[in-house]
């Protein structure tokens, strides 16, 4: 599984990466990593509007959010 690794970026690189990704595929799993709450949550409204499911794994002060459809 492809794992778009958005650390560093200030928001909205996250959300922009997240949403190309989501477009190119159209459906199946992939994963992101973010290292800020923002992105976190910019990236799970984001994908609750598009109707993707989302679930959030936190690992010290990073995020690994994968997104399903």
Request: proline letters at 3%.
């Amino acid at each position: 599984m492809e794992i778009k690794d958005t650390r560093g970026l200030l928001c909205p690189e996250p959300v922009l990466i997240t949403k190309k990704e989501m477009e190119k595929q159209g459906s199946g799993t992939f994963q992101v990593l973010v290292d800020s709450a923002a992105a976190r949550d910019n990236i799970t409204r984001l994908a609750k509007n598009q109707k993707w499911e989302i679930s959030i794994e936190q690992h010290g002060e990073e995020f690994l959010l994968t997104l399903k459809k």
